[in-house]
């Protein structure tokens, strides 16, 4: 009789260190138009939120969009001055095409690379990582909710 061992992974939101915030991305493309809503979430250590965006943008492809909310969850840990940040994402493309320094991609992502690098080099600490569909799906909801509403973000 032969036994088979299963390997079950979870997936959930994790809390961060104290001092530091984490900011979860996601982004929901309309696949009629060039449309796209973003949701991002701050929370600290405690889990409790800090900032809460859901937003309607323009947006190339789902992978364009995902950068875009990238690079305004950036934009405002920055703007707040969170000192260190621990960014996620569920994209993996998204997360591969900032990380590569050479790459086939389009113009128009290239530039978005380009802003995103410009905002994680300056004097500061983030941590841009990869995390599983399941552990953002309250960030989803929000990029959703910011596609449905299509009310365009403005800083």
């Known amino acids: 009789m032969s036994t088979r061992r299963y390997h079950l992974e979870f997936a959930f939101w994790l809390p961060p260190p104290l001092g530091t915030i984490k900011v979860n991305i996601d982004a929901s493309f309309d696949m009629v138009g060039p449309y796209a809503g973003v949701g991002i979430v701050a929370r600290h250590h405690s889990a409790a939120w800090i900032l809460g965006i859901s937003a309607f943008v323009e947006a190339l492809n789902i992978v364009h969009a995902k950068l875009l909310a990238i690079?305004?969850?950036?934009?405002?840990?920055?703007?707040?001055?969170?000192?260190?940040?621990?960014?996620?994402?569920?994209?993996?493309?998204?997360?591969?095409?900032?990380?590569?320094?050479?790459?086939?991609?389009?113009?128009?992502?290239?530039?978005?690379?380009?802003?995103?690098?410009?905002?994680?080099?300056?004097d500061w600490h983030v941590d841009l990582q990869h995390v599983f569909r399941e552990a953002n799906s309250s960030i989803d909801c929000l990029a959703r909710i910011g596609l449905a509403n299509r009310i365009p973000f403005k800083v």
């Not at 405002?76 to 940040?85: A, E, K, L, N, Y």
Request: hydrophobic share 40%.
């Open 71 to 122: 690079r305004l969850g950036l934009q405002c840990s920055w703007d707040r001055c969170f000192p260190t940040v621990i960014c996620e994402t569920d994209s993996l493309e998204a997360h591969h095409l900032i990380n590569v320094t050479t790459s086939t991609r389009s113009l128009a992502l290239n530039a978005i690379v380009a802003e995103i690098n410009s905002l994680l080099a300056r």
